[in-house]
């Protein structure tokens, strides 16, 4: 599967952006889905992370609350909705996906094989 994120920028803290992500394919629905993001000197880590038929989504803490992730199997899309944006939110942010067939959501960034090139989001203070 092939990955296209959009809708990155820069915004100040407290407003919202609304990240897309586009995949190939006619398989999309069998990938579980992610967004991660890795900020200058900083690990990657999973941001959010939603199963194959929307059923279950999770959160790292630091977002819950204010993120929100969300996928159309029909547009083979994933978003994920920012909102009250803060500085610390500042990475680049990469979608990503997971052809593992068991249901469990994987946290760890080496879990997902298919990664998009990534778009960056920058928040101003």
């Known amino acids: 599967v092939q990955l296209v994120e959009s809708g990155g920028g820069l915004v100040q803290a407290g407003g919202s952006l609304r990240l897309s992500c586009a995949a190939s394919?006619?398989?999309?629905?069998?990938?579980?889905m992610a967004w991660l993001r890795q900020a200058p000197g900083k690990e990657r880590e999973l941001v959010a992370a939603?199963?194959?038929?929307?059923?279950?989504?999770d959160y790292t803490d630091s977002v819950k609350g204010r993120f929100t992730i969300s996928r159309d199997n029909a547009k083979n899309s994933v978003y994920l909705q920012m909102n009250s944006l803060k500085p610390e939110d500042t990475a680049v942010y990469y979608c990503?996906?997971?052809?593992?067939?068991?249901?469990?959501?994987?946290?760890?960034?080496?879990?997902?094989?298919?990664w998009g090139q990534g778009t960056q989001v920058t928040v101003s203070s």
């Open positions: 939603i199963s194959r038929s929307s059923g279950r989504t």
């Open positions: 990503a996906a997971d052809g593992d067939i068991s249901t469990t959501i994987n946290y760890r960034p080496s879990a997902y094989p298919y």
């Open positions: 394919g006619r398989t999309f629905s069998m990938y579980k």
